[in-house]
């Protein structure tokens, strides 16, 4: 150890680590995820461009000052009023609403039953089960909407079982329909959903349901007063986790849906691809951005709190 | 009976200091105090440790003792003060540098190693040549009784075992200073009494000093040659057990350490009495180290207590009648509640030393309760 | 004692077969020797033969794999470091804005990520391909490592860490001696959702590409958007035998080396 130093005070010793481990992430985070945010709202203030790149007007440093100046007075909100006028665009945001919120219900009507068993079978089959659950997730997104694809061709199985039992006298049509879209989504999102509320379940204390039983509360009473209410930020986990990214959702409709009245997540990709028009497409996306900021500083919240519970 | 809030005085240093010579003071703690979030932890205290010995911390819990150790360790920055070692300020030295060592009160075994792996884990870290570890690990196994122990990992150990490799992991450093945060918490009171005795055996035997914190008084006065007692971040008294037992500084340290009654009075004109108590005036032995007027209490243990069935002699002259409320019978001694005529309760325990079937007190008879000057204290704060 | 009711197992069964039905389906369809859907015309592993054959796909799945192993190791170190910080340092400044940032990416829509990092890319003038796949990958990685190995660190024993400092390990050493071992299944399950993620992803990759850097899904999708094929049957059934088969003996594996639990 050192030998004692006649100064009056050494400073106490601190880690210099922690600055480190939190620096790194912090500025790649910065880096790749609020930095391109801040690109896209500039973005939606330009103008399209036959050039490269595809928008007007560029920030050029080497222009100084004056090149600073004219850049700012080449923004324009023009983008954001092509969207209020054209009916385009607000139908793909209520259609995008629309099936989020409907899926999101469907999803807690079909996961709930479904996680609420999962958390009441034995502790060892429970790990099987949760495997099972979560399986399909690895395999590819993309290959379980292709899967769905086959399914429900005009002559796919789905028809042919439906035909097989005179269910129906033809063969409805599957692919190309809002139908679709909503298999698909269920499909896809269900580990979504199920996961967390399985999380939240099976931490359930048995003794409070058998605590109610005791005080007289009959089985659907006790599920209503303790159960749902103790599950609740499971619930809250899983409607937001399916919520917010089915609304941008663009691959299941794309594959699944019709071109009438596309999803916002279909309505970006064609801006931004189809017509090549990348400032549009990022006034679109900033719009979807701030409608999804309230649920996604909740969904925050939400995971924060549960992190610092425990 | 009086709220027993501790007095305004100033923190104690050390209230007794070794009369050996050649024992000196190893960790000094200088005015430290620490807080969390404006809650105060450590207030301004101050203390010596000296080589070789056994301290106890004392306290409630949330008395700050913890925190205390966790600093000397080096888990926590004090706000204020500073603590020495050897002659050397730890402040700017890494727990991971200190030649202090911590046991854990959970343990804090590492479960992927075995037992051999957790002793010599901090062996390891020295640098020392595997020889040498190897050997010195054997050593700490035989010492704790670990022999046939070292290959098998934490999780299939019992609670004691746990324990010892806790200790030996620690020991086999050979710190200066050895810290342990309430190591028998997790243990049967069996498992408790054998530890306890096997741990002063080995602290005396290797001439370490060890710090260990506890709630626990009768562990405190049992394995301790020195107790501090702690309480909201400060040292309300310092010094042997017996020191603390029977010269308690104050009402607080009386009452927290064993039973006590407590009469409240004025010291009386002639010095040697105090007046206006519940129980008439009382006389003391020797001369009261306050002005007469003053407030004060006299501090009875209740196994100081008499009780006789008729008035006692004169001679033994601090008495009081009252009726017995309350009896506890514990085997080897009585405790019993007595209420006296202000209303009050005042406890007096009896051994059982004659015979099976002595006639006992029962509920609701009078009774006299009396002490001896010598076997009270005047306590002023 | 818990009670499996019937309506619970039903619930239970009625959910697997949902899940698993289609991925049943289409690769009993992987082996149909007729090219329609509608008709059954024997068995046959014509289209895995042809598979081998096709040098833009097998391309193509290699360099997603590629990327997936940069991504998801870059994920993991990244995605180790934000786990430790919020639990480990308490409240240090930013903490809110940090947690933010790591949070909104796993709800954020892909369409809007993949948008904003190609917007990124081309504003600073990088050359888009492998390496702005990878960067893309790798942040949206980051973000479901940090959840998963938070989720483990929050249960993890952080006396353990100040026993091994007491004995005279530094930080640092303590990190790799007793922290990372014992959290180590955690990192590894999060690099494999990292690589699972990588590996799958369409849109960001999309977005994010370059010439020469076609991912499998970029190349699976140009093929499916025009309808059902009987080759992309076969691919997607291997990728789901591929990955069925790593995940159960990723489970089987660290059922049989016992979990290294700590003593409660």
Redesign the interface.
């Known amino acids: 150890m050192k030998p004692t130093i006649k100064k009056p005070k050494r400073r106490p010793w601190r880690?210099i680590?922690?600055k480190l481990?939190?620096g790194?992430?912090?500025a790649?985070?910065?880096a790749?995820?609020?930095?391109?945010?801040l690109?896209?709202l500039k973005?939606s203030l330009s103008q399209s461009a036959i050039a490269q790149?595809p928008y007007t007007p560029v920030l050029t440093l080497a222009a100084g000052l004056h090149g600073i100046r004219d850049f700012f007075a080449g923004l324009s909100i023009d983008n954001y009023l092509l969207l209020a006028s054209d009916p385009l665009y607000l139908l793909s945001y209520v259609k995008s609403v629309e099936i989020a919120a409907f899926s999101t219900i469907i999803l807690l009507a079909?996961g709930y039953?479904?996680a609420?068993?999962?958390a009441?079978?034995?502790r060892r089959i429970q790990a099987v089960?949760v495997?099972?659950?979560?399986?399909?997730?690895?395999?590819?997104?993309?290959?379980?909407i292709?899967?769905?694809?086959?399914?429900l061709?005009h002559?796919?199985?789905l028809n042919?079982l439906l035909m097989a039992l005179h269910i129906v006298r033809e063969p409805p049509v599957w692919l190309a329909t809002d139908t679709a879209i909503y298999i698909g989504i269920v499909?896809s999102y269900?580990p979504f959903m199920?996961l967390p509320l399985y999380a939240t379940l099976e931490k359930l204390d048995?003794s409070l349901l058998e605590a109610a039983a005791d005080l007289g509360c009959p089985q659907w009473k006790t599920f209503w007063l303790v159960t749902l209410p103790l599950s609740a930020p499971g619930v809250l986990a899983g409607v937001?986790?399916c919520f917010?990214?089915i609304?941008?959702?663009?691959?299941i409709p794309?594959?699944l849906g019709g071109s009438q009245n596309p999803m916002i997540?279909q309505t970006?990709?064609t801006e931004?691809?189809g017509n090549k028009d990348?400032p549009t497409?990022?006034a679109v996306?900033v719009v979807?951005?701030c409608l999804?900021v309230a649920?996604?500083?909740i969904?925050?919240h939400q995971?924060?709190r549960t992190?610092g519970e425990? | 009976m009086q709220s027993l809030e501790p007095g305004h005085g100033p923190a104690t240093m050390t209230d007794w200091t070794p009369s050996d010579a050649k024992t000196r003071s190893l960790l000094r703690v200088e005015r430290l105090s620490k807080r969390f979030n404006g809650t105060v932890a450590v207030e301004q205290l101050s203390l010596d440790i000296y080589q070789g010995e056994f301290f106890a911390l004392l306290g409630p819990s949330g008395c700050g003792k913890t925190t205390l150790l966790r600093m000397i360790?080096?888990?926590e920055q004090p706000n204020a003060g500073r603590i020495v070692l050897d002659g050397i300020d730890l402040a700017p030295v890494?727990?991971?540098?200190r030649p202090?060592?911590?046991m854990?009160q959970?343990y804090?075994?590492?479960?992927?190693l075995n037992v051999e792996a957790n002793i010599a884990?901090?062996l390891k870290?020295?640098g020392l040549p595997r020889a040498e570890i190897a050997q010195r690990v054997a050593d700490m196994l035989a010492l704790l009784k670990l022999d046939n122990l070292g290959r098998r990992k934490?999780?299939e150990l019992s609670g004691g075992q746990?324990q010892r490799v806790a200790l030996a992991?620690?020991l086999v450093?050979r710190p200066r200073v050895l810290l342990l945060d309430e190591p028998m918490a997790a243990l049967d009171k069996k498992l408790r009494d054998e530890t306890r005795f096997e741990l002063m055996e080995l602290q005396r035997r290797l001439g370490l000093t060890f710090i260990i914190v506890t709630h626990d008084q009768s562990e405190a006065m049992i394995v301790a040659d020195r107790i501090g007692v702690m309480d909201r971040g400060r040292l309300i008294q310092v010094g042997p057990p017996p020191q603390i037992y029977e010269r308690p500084n104050s009402r607080w340290i009386a009452d927290f350490i064993g039973d006590v009654n407590l009469f409240e009075g004025f010291v009386g004109n002639d010095g040697a009495s105090v007046e206006g108590t519940a129980a008439g005036r009382l006389r003391l032995s020797g001369k009261i180290d306050a002005k007469p007027g003053v407030l004060v209490w006299v501090a009875v243990r209740p196994e100081r207590m008499l009780i006789t069935r008729d008035r006692p002699p004169t001679e033994v002259e601090n008495s009081v009648p009252g009726t017995v409320a309350e009896i506890g019978y514990l085997g080897d001694l009585s405790i019993y509640k007595l209420r006296i005529a202000d209303g009050s309760i005042v406890k007096a325990s009896i051994a059982h030393t004659g015979r099976l079937t002595e006639p006992r007190l029962s509920a609701d008879e009078r009774v006299w309760l009396s002490f001896l000057p010598e076997a009270a204290i005047v306590l002023t704060r | 004692m818990?009670?499996?009711?019937t309506?619970?197992?039903a619930?239970?069964g009625a959910?697997?077969a949902?899940?698993?039905l289609?991925?049943v389906?289409?690769v009993i369809?992987s082996f149909n020797a007729s090219r329609?859907?509608?008709v059954w015309g024997g068995w046959t592993t014509h289209w895995y033969a042809e598979l081998v054959n096709d040098a833009p796909l097998l391309e193509s799945a290699f360099i997603s794999v590629r990327v997936a192993l940069v991504s998801a190791s870059a994920a993991t170190i990244?995605?180790t470091?934000?786990a430790?910080?919020?639990?480990?340092?308490g409240r240090?400044r930013?903490r809110?804005g940090?947690?933010?940032?790591?949070?909104?990416?796993?709800?954020?829509?892909?369409?809007?990520?993949g948008?904003?990092?190609l917007?990124?890319f081309?504003?600073i003038a990088i050359d888009r391909g492998f390496w702005t796949i990878a960067?893309?990958h790798?942040?949206l990685g980051?973000c479901f490592v940090?959840?998963i190995v938070?989720?483990r660190l929050?249960?993890f024993?952080s006396?353990?860490e100040?026993?091994?400092?007491?004995?005279?390990?530094?930080?640092?050493?303590?990190f790799f001696l007793?922290t990372l071992?014992?959290v180590l299944p955690a990192v590894a399950a999060a690099w494999?959702l990292a690589f699972?993620l990588s590996?799958?992803d369409?849109?960001i990759a999309?977005?994010t590409t370059g010439p020469g850097a076609t991912t499998l899904?970029i190349r699976?999708?140009s093929e499916?958007?025009l309808?059902?094929k009987p080759e992309?049957?076969a691919v997607?059934s291997l990728?789901?035998a591929v990955?069925?088969l790593?995940?159960i003996t990723a489970?089987l594996f660290a059922k049989l080396t016992g979990a290294?639990?700590?003593?409660r």
């Open positions: 880690p680590a922690p481990v939190v790194i992430p912090y790649w985070l910065i790749f995820f609020l930095v391109p945010f690109i896209v973005i790149p079909i039953p479904i609420y068993g999962m009441r079978t034995p089960l495997l099972l659950v979560v399986l399909p997730f690895w395999t590819s997104f993309l290959i379980r292709y899967a769905w694809m086959n399914i061709q002559d796919g199985p042919q499909y269900l199920v048995p937001l986790l917010i990214p609304i941008g959702e663009f691959v794309d594959l997540g970006i990709w931004f691809f990348w497409a990022s996306a979807l951005v999804l649920p996604i500083v969904f925050q995971a924060l992190a425990n | 360790a080096g888990f890494p727990p991971h540098r202090v060592n911590m854990f959970n804090a075994l590492f479960p992927h884990f901090g870290q020295e934490p999780q746990r992991r620690s450093k | 818990r009670k499996v009711s309506f619970n197992l619930a239970i959910g697997m949902f899940l698993y289609p991925i389906i289409l369809y329609l859907v509608a990244l995605g470091l934000a430790l910080a919020l639990v480990r340092f240090f930013f809110l940090f947690a933010a940032m790591i949070y909104a990416p796993l709800v954020m829509p892909e369409v809007i990520t948008l904003s990092m917007l990124l081309v504003a960067i893309a790798t942040t980051m940090t959840v938070q989720a929050v249960d024993d006396s353990l100040e026993a091994a400092m007491d004995l005279g390990a530094s930080p640092l050493r303590t007793i071992p014992l494999m699972a590996l799958d369409l849109v999309s977005f899904p699976i999708y499916v958007r309808g059902v992309m049957n997607c990728m789901v990955v069925g790593a995940v489970s290294r639990g700590e003593p």
